[in-house]
């Protein structure tokens, strides 16, 4: 079975699937990166920097660059990957199959209608309904959704509210296969307590203390405000708050803190795939409070370091890994008294119980790997 893998870039949740696919030898794969070659580093808009990530992602498999002449290239817009020799660089390859990782490219979209009844399309996307507004957008967005549908064969959803997306949009349970949204458990689960407690030293925050932590873009959508009101009110001289990157709502942030007296907050710069799991490790809480995010990978990477997680309740994983009282809470979105009411309540259980609820994080996540996603693929694609 050779399999073609349509996608946009390199992405760190996605290549040690690639090269665990290719590792195995149950499927022969090569990989299409439609954004072209620039893609590797660059500016990006919800950093608001420059980024190039410190490990590699393009080692152990297969792969192609495909030119892309967009004249505004990236994966933010419909226009920014457009690849006139995608289907001939495909074509050479002979696939028995492809999977494409988004349709909402105008090379992926071309891709998908071209290859559909030639080979098998496979689908790989983690929308949600989450945000899902009525009236005639609405529909017409749902009748394009579903011709889009059409076109693919079979879908790997990552969760619950995944499945429940392309079931709305026409796909049936027998095109569908749950294929875990994954992170590298065993990376954030090494021991880095030594790096940890010198990220804490560095900040004056005592051993004892509780540090609840934010690390992501600073973007309108995560809403990253919003915690840092609702830590405001937490009057407690040892709990702690820290915000880990860059974005384009640093600046406000920095300047809300400011105005309202805020103590105990710290801001750190953005950090690197290498030095990551030494934060969370550092941290108690892990606190996503994004207004629309489809499913939230840092909060797996939080639960492999044994993490507590509060996230709100249009992040798209809350269904499938947060278990109020287990080993986090969820609360509604942009809701600054019920953040804080789930943030005292977290606080009150003290530095052992919120030990003991990351330990439940350790065991839930332990199963959301890259092997069981890779299997599930194996498996599919033999079947098809």
Not at 44 to 65: A, C, H, M, R, T
Not at 375 to 381: D, F
Request: aromatic residues 12%; positive net charge; proline residues 4%.
């Amino acid at each position: 079975m050779k399999l073609a893998i349509i996608t946009t870039h390199p992405i760190q949740y996605y290549a040690p699937v690639f090269k665990l696919l290719h590792e195995r030898k149950q499927v022969e794969i090569n990989v299409f990166y439609t954004w072209g070659e620039g893609s590797q580093k660059g500016y990006d808009p919800g950093f608001n920097k420059n980024v190039q990530w410190d490990i590699s992602l393009l080692d152990g498999y297969p792969y192609e660059w495909v030119k892309n002449t967009s004249v505004n290239p990236g994966s933010h817009n419909f226009k920014g990957v457009i690849n006139p020799g995608l289907l001939n660089q495909i074509e050479a390859y002979k696939p028995d199959a492809i999977l494409i990782y988004g349709w909402a490219y105008s090379g992926h979209l071309k891709a998908i209608r071209y290859f559909k009844n030639k080979v098998p399309v496979f689908f790989r996307g983690d929308s949600t309904l989450l945000n899902e507004q009525k009236g005639i957008k609405s529909l017409l967005k749902s009748i394009f959704l579903k011709w889009v549908y059409r076109h693919i064969d079979h879908a790997f959803y990552v969760g619950t509210n995944n499945k429940a997306y392309f079931k709305r949009y026409g796909l049936k349970d027998d095109q569908l296969s749950f294929a875990p949204h994954s992170i590298d458990n065993a990376r954030f689960q090494t021991d880095q307590s030594q790096q940890a407690q010198e990220l804490r030293s560095s900040l004056n925050i005592p051993t004892d203390d509780i540090l609840i932590l934010y690390a992501g873009k600073f973007e309108p959508v995560k809403n990253v405000k919003t915690l840092v009101a609702a830590f405001a009110n937490i009057t407690q001289p040892t709990v702690h708050l820290l915000l880990v990157g860059n974005g384009v709502d640093e600046a406000d942030l920095i300047s809300y803190v400011k105005a309202n007296g805020i103590k105990r907050l710290y801001f750190l710069n953005f950090v690197n795939q290498s030095y990551i799991p030494s934060v969370y490790q550092a941290a108690d809480i892990y606190c996503l409070p994004s207004i629309s995010e489809s499913w939230g990978l840092a909060v797996n990477e939080a639960m492999a370091c044994g993490k507590v997680v509060l996230v709100s309740d249009r992040v798209g994983c809350a269904i499938d890994l947060v278990i109020p009282g287990k080993n986090g809470d969820i609360f509604e979105a942009a809701n600054v008294g019920d953040l804080t009411k789930k943030l005292i309540k977290l606080v009150s259980k003290g530095k052992s119980g919120l030990l003991q609820m990351g330990e439940c994080s350790r065991q839930i996540i332990k199963d959301w790997n890259f092997e069981t996603q890779v299997k599930t693929i194996e498996k599919v694609l033999n079947e098809n």
